[in-house]
């Protein structure tokens, strides 16, 4: 598995966040929100400023996240239910279905395929800023998984 750090910036215009790889300073993705818009829109580009690579897009209410290619193209959705006892998600990619379950107190999820392997899992940090750590599985785009875990902060731990 390979594991990323991804860091919320704490001072910056519109949700900001940074990855890195595990054990190494240097930035490999920046995902940056629009601001003033009523639904949740994040651009992920290479290094600090580099090409955009995806596109987050979540609805009002932010039950359902779309990650897009810059093009437009739909690569994966994430569902969250509307009202749930318990916090989880659904991830589709292509015809692929993973469910993720978080822990009771939902710092931690953990995403299985269908035949129970685990493909990803998301930890959230107890700290000042929104920290987390996302080790994922080789057979899946990481990319789209740094992007679920911003999507999970998004609808659990932003309040917009």
């Known amino acids: ?5 991804i860091t919320q910036k704490i001072i910056s215009i519109g949700a900001t966040y940074q990855v890195k790889s595990a054990g190494s ?3 490999i993705n920046t995902i940056k929100g629009k601001i003033l818009t009523f639904t949740p829109r994040l651009e992920m580009r290479r290094d600090k400023e580099g090409d955009m690579t995806k596109v987050l897009r979540g609805n009002l209410f932010k039950t359902k996240f779309i990650i897009e290619d810059p093009q437009g193209n739909e690569e994966a ?3 969250f239910p509307f009202i749930a006892l318990f916090k989880k998600f659904t991830l589709t ?3 692929q279905v993973f469910n993720a379950k978080g822990s009771l107190a939902a710092w931690n999820f953990t995403c299985s395929n269908d035949s129970g392997k685990n493909m990803f899992t998301i930890s959230k940090e107890f700290a000042f800023r929104d920290k987390f750590t996302v080790n994922v599985d080789e057979s899946i785009d990481s990319d789209i998984v740094i992007l679920v875990a911003v999507a999970v902060d998004q609808k659990f731990f932003t309040q917009q």
């Open 93 to 95: 990619i292509g015809s």
């Open 25 to 27: 300073e240097d930035i």
């Open 1 to 5: 598995m390979k594991t990323y750090i």
């Open 77 to 79: 959705t994430i569902q």
